[in-house]
């Protein structure tokens, strides 16, 4: 029973280089978004998507790109990080019921 | 446009007292609400929530919240406060699909 999986689960990068984080879950949910937490501040949505195809931007969306070509993944591309970007960011899948969201374990991210 | 506020940052606790940890939102149509607890280096997951069935609403770990709309509140209670219970807590709204939207969160801690 996987859930939300995401990968990887630390990561140190350099400023200016890119990555993408993974995100997969296996409950068949159309909804799909990405936070990231940093203290104090409680968890801003970066991206989300209601579909396959369908993707939009939420409170943070600068710096990063997201897409959402199956039901299953909803990766998220930093595409030349910054040290603003450190931070941890979760991953969360729902169905568009509005019954409360499934998050994955997180990704650490430092950039340096 | 919706909104959380979590009063406090920070709530220390007894071992066995009472914990009350507050949540106010706003809403222009009758909202979802949620309660996530964070354990130190792990995901969110799910206490409880309120999807316009009962106000009083039981969760996990013995906690528990009441909605009251004139007071457009969702304070999360438990009667007698266990070590195993220090960890940050999330109130959230949804009232479009998906889409959560965050308080600050505040901290929990409980003192022996």
């Known amino acids: 029973n996987a859930g939300v999986t995401q990968t990887p689960k630390f990561q140190v990068l350099k400023t200016g280089q890119s990555m993408t984080l993974q995100c997969a879950q296996d409950?068949?949910?159309?909804?799909m978004s990405w936070y990231r937490q940093d203290p104090g501040m409680g968890l801003r949505l970066i991206h989300y998507s209601v579909g396959a195809g369908i993707t939009d931007q939420g409170e943070v969306p600068n710096g990063y790109n997201v897409s959402r070509s199956t039901t299953e993944d909803f990766p998220l591309r930093l595409l030349s990080a910054a040290p603003s970007q450190t931070s941890v960011y979760f991953c969360?899948?729902?169905?568009?019921?509005?019954?409360?969201?499934?998050f994955g374990q997180g990704t650490r991210l430092t950039v340096v | 446009a919706q909104s959380v506020t979590q009063l406090g940052s920070h709530v220390s606790v007894s071992e066995g007292a009472l914990v009350l940890l507050r949540c106010n939102y706003s809403?222009?149509?009758?909202?979802?609400l949620f309660w996530y607890v964070q354990y130190p280096n792990q995901g969110l997951q799910l206490l409880l929530k309120y999807t316009s069935a009962a106000t009083l609403v039981k969760g996990i770990n013995g906690f528990e919240a009441e909605f009251k709309k004139s007071e457009t509140s969702f304070h999360l209670t438990k009667p007698s406060a266990h070590m195993s219970d220090a960890a940050e807590y999330f109130c959230a709204v949804n009232n479009q699909g998906g889409k959560l939207i965050f308080g600050q969160g505040t901290e929990l801690s409980v003192k022996p």
């Open positions: 809403s222009s149509v009758p909202p979802y």
């Open positions: 969360a899948s729902s169905d568009l019921g509005g019954r409360g969201a499934f």
């Open positions: 409950m068949n949910h159309e909804y």
